[in-house]
């Protein structure tokens, strides 16, 4: 079993910045994949960005390359998403999950566990 705490969310500018974390707990972190997805109401629920276990290779939406950034650090079990020149669109509930099996991956049916979100909202 894994547990996942988002955290980091809030209420910022547009063109602003936040960094959200998700603190992991139970398996060994380093043994999983880490996805951060989005999700506003109404609509499904969205990849952003994904990290391998080691940390040494990512993959991110077109709607945010080069604006977020995906880490990890694996000796304090926690996942971040720097994200950065946010937009309007970027409002949502931000959830990280873990992927027990494959190395990277954008399906959110692949992931395993997942947290209970943190809410980011981007004012004009």
């Known amino acids: 079993q894994v547990q996942l705490v988002e955290s980091g969310g809030g209420l910022v500018q547009a063109g602003g910045s936040l960094r959200l974390s998700c603190a992991a707990s139970?398996?060994?972190?380093?043994?999983?994949?880490m996805g951060w997805f989005r999700q506003t109401p109404g609509k499904e629920r969205e990849f952003v960005a994904v990290?391998?276990?080691?940390?040494?290779?990512?993959s991110y939406a077109d709607s945010v390359k080069g604006r977020f950034t995906i880490s990890r650090d694996n000796a304090k079990n926690t996942v971040y998403l720097q994200m950065n020149s946010l937009k309007p669109e970027d409002t949502a509930a931000y959830y990280c999950?873990?992927?027990?099996?494959?190395?990277?991956?954008?399906?959110?049916?692949?992931?395993?566990?997942w947290g209970q979100g943190t809410q980011v909202t981007v004012s004009s």
């Open positions: 990290i391998n276990r080691s940390g040494d290779t990512t």
């Open positions: 999950a873990a992927d027990l099996t494959r190395g990277i991956t954008r399906a959110s049916t692949n992931y395993d566990y």
């Open positions: 139970g398996r060994s972190f380093s043994a999983y994949a």
